[in-house]
Nanobody, 124 residues
Framework: QVHLVESGGGLVQAGGSLRLSCAAS????????MGWFRQAPGKGREFVAT????????YYADSGKGRFTITRDNAKNMVYLQMNSLKPEDTAVYYC?????????????????WGQGTQVTVSS
């Protein structure tokens, strides 16, 4: 069993930055890819970013390219999402997830364990 807990969300003005953190417990995740997804009000959950087990490869949704950075610290069992130049359309609940596989994925169904989410609200 894997337990994921996100933190770092909050209210920020457009153009601001936030750093989301995801703490994992129950299993060492250093061999597995991690992902960030988000769900805006009234919409389905969408892919944001993914990182391979080693951190050597990352991939982003077009909406976050150039603004978001996913990183991980395997020694601490942590994953992060640095979000810069935030826009009101980034407002959503952000979730981290692990797929128990070394390579990343943009597909929600590939991920087995999910956190409870952290709210990000960007005001205009």
């Amino acid at each position: 069993q894997v337990h994921l807990v996100e933190s770092g969300g909050g209210l920020v003005q457009a153009g601001g930055s936030l750093r989301l953190s995801c703490a994992a417990s129950g299993r060492t995740l250093s061999r597995y890819a991690m992902g960030w997804f988000r769900q805006a009000p009234g919409k389905g959950r969408e892919f944001v970013a993914t990182i391979t087990w080693s951190g050597s490869s990352t991939y982003y949704a077009d909406s976050g390219k150039g603004r978001f950075t996913i990183t991980r610290d395997n020694a601490k069992n942590m994953v992060y999402l640095q979000m810069n130049s935030l826009k009101p359309e980034d407002t959503a609940v952000y979730y981290c997830a692990t797929r128990l596989w070394p390579s990343g994925s943009t597909t929600e169904d590939d991920y087995r364990y999910w956190g409870q989410g952290t709210q990000v609200t960007v005001s205009s």
